[in-house]
């Protein structure tokens, strides 16, 4: 019998092994990357499309393309998508990101028959009506102009811009031209070029038997791909123009607060040094007990929240933290962020915090990957991101190794506040 009166026995973790994906062929062509380690009939299907944002030919293309596929195809209407997903029990997520869209669906296996097949319409047929065209384009010009009122979100959008300029995806600063500026001719020339033109890799996760996999090739037999991984996932690289401008302010008269956006352009995930950074991140912001909430939330009292992080891209990250401030207190909140990143670079990290944010990362990433359907998030940020197959396996090596002086000389070799840019929306008057 469990005695729940005594604490269970602490065991430090000291390896993470994340179950590798076989490869197979579809039809000998489409690549399928199958992880099976369940019994309970539920399966996840992905399919990753490179046709992401770097990829679109003018802004909001990519994501709107990928948007509109459940509005109907050549035989199912956007009420015969959702009533039949709902039907089933599925369900259907869309998502773009920098260099490509995604679309994840969740389904029993019973029913996997009933319910692929509208997402293989949705890939190979979709007609992009313009009547619900038009009223998603109304719809998200109402979010936009609700969002460009919210400091944190005009901050954000401001500091992407400063640090990769005008011309570039990730920092052009949207406007509702850009919006009305879209056509459904433009979304089927985008989804006819990436979508229809072999650019797909395929995951399954899951209860996923063979007769599954001869299920999944029946059904995507005329929606097969003869390129390699590598072909499908080439960078694409805009050219970045970091702003001579250290901060940029927005106006946002009437506002009590003030968002404010920080940090500074830095290495991909696939430099060695990048668990260092994102360790030293963590540390400076990464959770509710860091350094900046400690110091700024806590102790100062200057915020309610107070994040950093490193968020990768295909050929370089980004060191952001983000905040809201009272006007009042812009000056001095950002003055403590610079501080404490100068405490990290001279003064060397206590045993005890240092093994803390150690348990914290090496847990975070044993929550976030604990199911077989959530390790295909695992396997795509690795192949994306062009890292090792045994990544996983080295990353609580990498993190338990650090020591103090690790700690102060990765502060000290990337956190170089000379090239951060910090932007402040809001009204300081």
Known sequence: MLNRTEQPLFRPLTDIHIPEPSLVRLNDRMPLYVLHNSEQGVIRIDFMI?????????PLLALFTVRML????????????????????????????????????????????QTLP???????????????????????????????????NVAHRHFMNLLFGDNHPSG????EDDYRNLTTEKLRQHYEKYYQAGHTVMYVSGCVRAEVISQISEIVKDYTDTSTLQEQLSEVKPQRQLSPEKRHFQELSGSVQCGIGMGMLTIPPTHPDYTSLRFVTTLLGGYYGSRLMSNIREEKGYTYGISASVL????????????ETANAHVEPLIGEVYREIERLKAEPVSAEELQMVKNYLIADVCRSYESVLSMTDAWIYVHTNHLSNKYYETLAQEI????P?????????????SLFRESVAGALG
């Not at 490179?50 to 003018?58: D, L, S, V, Y």
């Not at 319409?121 to 992009?128: C, D, H, I």
């Not at 338990?400 to 020591?403: F, I, K, P, Y």
């Not at 002086?405 to 506040?417: F, G, Q, T």
């Open 400 to 403: 338990m190794r650090l020591t």
């Open 118 to 152: 509208i997402v293989v319409s949705m890939l190979r047929e979709a007609t992009f009506p313009e009547e619900e065209f038009r009223v998603c384009i109304e719809n998200n010009i109402q979010h936009f102009r609700v969002s460009q009122s919210k400091v944190r």
């Open 172 to 175: 052009h600063l949207l406007v």
């Open 70 to 113: 459940r509005e109907g195809t050549k035989r199912l209407s956007s009420l015969d998508i959702a009533t039949k997903l709902d039907f089933y029990g599925a369900w259907l997520e869309q998502t773009c990101m920098s260099d490509y869209v995604v679309l994840t669906l969740y389904t029993l296996s019973k029913y996997l028959g």
């Open 405 to 417: 002086e690790d700690i102060k000389n990765i502060s000290r070799k990337y956190l170089d506040v």
């Open 312 to 323: 990768p891209y295909a050929d370089c990250s980004v060191l952001a933290i983000t905040t």
């Open 50 to 58: 490179r046709g992401g944002i770097w990829q679109q030919a003018q």
